[in-house]
């Protein structure tokens, strides 16, 4: 029995050393033929002999050889589950422990405790429909950042910098987003939108908005509507 249990171990071992050789001979053949993609992470995926490797925010699938690549979802049809979104989800979490809270607007509704941390741009049309289904959304903490792209909204900048240095900053925010009521304020500040901007080019955000929730996962646009807000707000909470 003993002598059957240690074989057992041993085959297990050497299975592990294989499945960690592979994938190193898989990364390093990645980076030599595609030294362009800067590689985050490889890990095995649930088809034998395929690998996943996590690039530029994306998930990229190939073999040991890195000879071929391939794109798109993985999916668990009996199970009804996108394996790739799921693993995105996961690789994509941030500790947002670290995130610079002085560089963004703050405000609470009800008792705050739940907490949300949006990358946002004033003229972005999902940033709209994002804040018309927020205002029914109780009990939490936004930290929001101004986050302008310049080369999709020309004047987004010139409005997030005044909506900064309003008296009211979430007022000024919300009048904005709601209403398209330009913020009134002609006084200039120092502002955080470069930062910012520097921030985001860190964390690998290329759209608005993005949201993370309190137990660093990322969301990529707009939920539908505020009843997804509200469940995806819950699991986080329960998650932390």
């Not at 900048?157 to 979430?170: G, H, P, R």
């Not at 120092?190 to 993370?212: C, S």
């Amino acid at each position: 029995m003993i002598k059957t249990l240690l074989s057992a171990l041993t085959l297990s071992l050497i299975g592990l050393q294989t499945v960690h050789a592979d994938s190193k001979t898989l990364e390093q053949n990645f980076k030599k033929n595609y030294p362009e993609i800067p590689v985050k992470s490889v890990n095995a995926s649930p088809l034998p002999g395929i690998y996943e490797v996590y690039a530029a925010g994306k998930i990229i699938y190939t073999d040991e050889t890195a000879k071929y690549l391939f794109f798109g979802n993985l999916l668990d049809v009996q199970n009804k589950k996108n394996l790739t979104e799921d693993r995105l989800a996961e690789l994509s979490k941030i500790d947002v422990q670290q995130l610079p809270l002085d560089q963004a607007i703050k405000y609470v509704k009800g008792k705050g405790e739940r907490t949300l941390y949006v990358f946002s741009d004033p003229d972005c049309p999902y940033c709209q429909k994002l804040e018309q289904n927020m205002t029914s959304i109780d009990n939490i903490t936004v930290y929001l950042f101004l986050f302008p792209l310049k080369n999709l909204h020309p004047k987004a900048e010139a409005v997030a910098n005044k909506i900064w240095c309003a008296k009211n900053q979430y007022e000024a925010w919300e009048d904005y987003m709601l209403h398209r009521k330009a913020p009134k304020s002609a006084t200039q500040c120092e502002t955080p939108i470069q930062k910012n901007l520097a921030l985001g080019q860190k964390l690998q955000i290329d759209g608005t908005p993005t949201l993370f929730l309190q137990n660093g996962m990322r969301l990529s646009g707009s939920p539908q509507n505020a009843e997804q807000i509200e469940q995806l707000l819950q699991e986080a909470s329960s998650k932390k």
